[in-house]
């Protein structure tokens, strides 16, 4: 008979490194929100934590790759699986639109030199901070962040690359 261990297992070099990635995105999220909001005038810091969190980003969709193809073949109906699995498909797409949508509106702000206003939306009572495309991109982007993270807050850690 073998022993079976009631103490966790000790986490793998793979699952160390992935969790590093999944931390270095919440941090450089997180910073770079924070300095949008509050450093508006100097947007240095927000710019070099908006580029790390591209970074990482990179480095977490090389390590989900092959689950990445995965969930994307179950997404457009290639291969029928579990409802669950589904549903992380259409939330991973959702937040690379999301981060999409951030970087495109940063890019065309910092082109033109100036924000991009909605001026349909103060009229309608939003925030005066949130009817600018990019602060309203990010902002929606980090609400469906902290979603996407407090779901998979168990697996967070111990999740490992496929």
């Known amino acids: 008979m073998t022993d079976i261990s009631a103490t966790p297992r000790t986490a793998t070099r793979a699952e160390r ?44 969709l090389y390590q989900r790759r092959r689950t990445l193809s995965s969930l994307h073949k179950r997404l457009v109906g290639i291969t029928v699986r579990a409802k669950v699995t589904r549903r992380l498909a259409v939330s991973d797409t959702i937040l690379e639109l999301l981060v999409t949508n951030v970087l495109v509106s940063g890019i065309v702000d910092a082109i033109n030199h100036q924000e991009t206003q909605f001026s349909f939306l103060a009229s309608i009572g939003f925030p005066r901070g949130l009817v600018q495309w990019h602060k309203l991109a990010a902002f929606v982007l980090f609400v469906y962040v902290i979603i996407h993270v407090y779901r998979r807050r168990k697996r967070l850690r111990r999740s490992r690359i496929q």
């Open 17 to 60: 490194r992935r969790w590093y990635v999944h931390l270095g995105l919440l941090i450089s999220l997180a910073g770079s929100f924070l300095s949008l909001i509050i450093l508006s005038r100097s947007i240095t810091v927000h710019v070099i934590l908006g580029v790390l969190f591209m970074v990482m980003l990179l480095g977490h």
